[in-house]
């Protein structure tokens, strides 16, 4: 009877010291579980702030693009009137050009009526000369 009593006591002794262990082996698993449960939260924060990060980046180039749109649209129509303002500078430049060749005759042609009345006036000269 002394040995049950013994191996009761021994079995007791053992499965208190089991009990524990597992209670310490159930708080060491409860605190791993409180810990992964703050880096989920942390991980789940972290995510919402990059899918707003994205969201933003993502509206910001819409935004940019339609702004680059807009520049180059502008850009465009500017190219345009200056086109057209190069078109008239260039029929301006014509009828000047025109109007020079035009100058330049009348100026050949008067100096060589110069040069004619000039030797007429010679020629007359001449005969005022010699008649005197």
């Not at 050949?108 to 110069?114: G, H, L």
Request: charge should be neutral; glycine fraction near 4%; aromatic fraction near 6%.
């Amino acid at each position: 009877m002394a040995t049950i009593i013994i191996c009761f006591h021994l079995s007791h002794t053992f499965l208190m010291f089991e009990e524990s262990h597992i209670e310490e082996k159930a708080q060491e698993i409860k605190g791993k579980v409180e810990v992964i449960a703050a880096k989920e939260k942390i991980i789940k924060e972290k995510s919402n702030s990059v899918t707003s990060l994205q969201n933003e980046i993502g509206s910001l180039q819409k935004k940019g693009s339609l702004a680059v749109k807009e520049q180059v649209g502008k850009a465009h129509a500017r190219a345009e009137e200056l086109e057209k303002h190069v078109e008239k500078l260039k029929t301006v430049i014509e009828v000047i050009n025109k109007e020079k060749e035009v100058f330049e005759t009348q100026a050949k042609e008067a100096a060589k009526k110069t040069v004619e009345l000039d030797a007429k006036v010679e020629n007359v000269s001449y005969f005022f000369v010699y008649c005197a």
